[in-house]
């Protein structure tokens, strides 16, 4: 496991070496579920000049991330209201499903 920053899906060469070494999985919340998670965080680059809202995680800024993060995944987990011990299950059973095809 591999748990990359959340800039490095942005290049397109970066995506092609994640995938030359393994699944790509990305682990997705709603804007309120992400606020809540990085709001008291000083350590995300992404928030660090800008104001920590759920306005900000909507903007178009954000949108066009979420979409090469999207773009770049094997597999898309949502968490919101899910235990680590669920997130962890899914997983297992999304990447068993893949190896299947």
């Known amino acids: 496991i591999i748990s990359c920053g959340g800039g490095v899906a942005l290049r397109s060469e970066n995506v092609v070496e994640m995938k030359k070494n393994g699944k790509v999985v990305l682990l997705t919340a709603s804007p309120e579920t992400i606020y809540e998670r990085v709001k008291d965080s000083n350590d995300r680059p992404a928030f660090k000049k800008k104001i920590k809202s759920v306005e ?13 993060y999207e773009d770049a995944a094997d597999v898309v987990i949502r968490t919101d209201g899910k235990t680590i011990l669920q997130i962890c299950e899914e997983l297992i059973t999304r990447l068993m499903e893949l190896e299947e095809k």
């Open 56 to 68: 900000f995680i909507c903007t178009v800024e954000w949108k066009k991330r979420k979409e090469k």
